[in-house]
């Protein structure tokens, strides 16, 4: 496996995950385990050792945080590992910022990771019932 910043100068501007469009100077990126969908070598989720994803859980409760293992960097399906967290919100958002930040994993995409799982979670919660709509009745 080559270092992370030839890797970087290879697909920095040459990617199947590249979103360009008009008007914007920086393109996006749609790569799996990109917290920012922003395309720099920090946030990228194919050059870097240690990675981080938030996305939502199949079933629609709670979020999946997958993280790379930079043993098996060069065994890509060993390398992941995916975690369901389902907890409820404050209690998986306290894990998440736990895994990242103190046990030094990636301690520069705490904030990012924290505000799409919070962003997910929020998603999540039911709409609260409007004001002066009665509930339709129950046939039987």
Not at 18 to 37: A, Q, W, Y
Not at 58 to 78: E, I, L, Q
Request: proline share 5%; glycine share 6%; hydrophobic share 35%.
């Amino acid at each position: 496996m080559v270092s992370s910043d030839i890797a970087w100068a290879v697909i920095r501007n040459n990617s199947s995950f590249l979103l360009k469009k008009r008007g914007v100077k920086k393109p996006f990126s749609t790569e799996p385990c990109n917290l920012t969908n922003r395309n720099a070598q920090r946030y990228n989720g194919l050059v870097n050792d240690k990675v981080v994803g938030i996305a939502a859980a199949a079933d629609n409760k709670g979020f999946v945080m997958t993280t790379k293992r930079s043993k098996n960097s060069y065994r890509p399906a060993k390398a992941i590992i995916s975690t369901t967290m389902k907890a409820g919100p404050g209690r998986s958002l306290h894990k998440v910022k736990a895994a990242l930040g103190k046990q030094r994993y990636r301690k520069d995409l705490t904030k990012a990771a924290m505000r799409r799982a919070a962003a997910i979670a929020r998603s999540q919660k039911p709409l609260p019932a409007r004001k002066g709509v009665k509930a339709p009745a129950k046939k039987e």
